[in-house]
């Protein structure tokens, strides 16, 4: 997570350290480890609710936009992956879809036990704990499915990205890009101005007075 902040502010401004977002996000997590856990709980479970909410409405867009399957739309993948340019899953060596996807999800739960427990213990009835469990799974492949689709459709943006879903969603609404684009449009706007003064020096020699001996 420290990582990736990091490198989602690098992406969005290209003159800000990696450091600068990791250090941003540290001190951040350190503080909301200081509070009560029912509040870190429900800050968590409100984010988390705006990140699916964006998910789905990201990946509803791509398919209505696009315009292509998301198998046209990745036909260059192969060729990004010889190149380096995206990095292909593999467990010991061995590349293989299935067995990534079960060692992913694998070490995902793993690493989430403790978190589960301790969240899970604050639920008070048996009922909250299997609604809670339900829409937690049906949410979670659903945001991973509508994140899928959306690399697949921006597989060409993405390419090379350290945050390939950012990339997606600057390539589909340029809007979200303002802080970027603003800074370069800035540049523009300063070249023709030096353009005009290089160009005006010539013009003010061109209509000087000749001199006749």
């Known amino acids: 997570m420290l990582a990736g902040s990091g490198a989602t502010v690098h992406q969005l401004y290209d003159n800000v350290p990696v450091w600068v977002g990791t250090l941003v996000v540290g001190v951040l997590s350190a503080i909301a480890a ?7 709980i429900d800050a968590l479970g409100f984010l988390g609710v705006v990140i699916i909410v964006s998910i789905v409405c990201v990946g509803v867009y791509a398919l209505l936009t696009v315009g292509q399957s998301p198998i046209e739309a990745s036909k260059n993948m192969l060729q990004y992956v010889q190149e380096g340019k995206i990095l292909q899953a593999g467990v010991f060596g061995i590349h293989h879809p299935i067995l990534g996807g079960v060692y992913y999800a694998g070490t995902l739960l793993i690493c989430s036990i403790p978190w589960v ?38 597989t060409d943006a993405v390419a090379g990205k350290q945050v390939p879903m950012l990339a997606a969603v600057q390539n589909m609404l340029p809007v979200l890009a303002i ?27 061109s209509h000087r007075t000749p001199s006749y001996r």
């Open 179 to 205: 802080p970027r684009e603003s800074g370069r449009s800035g540049r523009r706007r300063n070249r023709p101005r030096s353009r005009s003064v290089q160009t005006a020096e010539p013009s003010r020699r």
């Open 117 to 154: 427990i301790t969240s899970g213990s604050a639920l008070r009835s048996r009922k909250e704990v299997m609604t809670t469990s339900i829409l937690s799974a049906l949410f979670f492949w659903g945001c991973a499915a509508c994140a899928v689709t959306t690399l697949l459709l921006n």
């Open 34 to 40: 200081c509070f009560d856990l029912r509040k870190v």
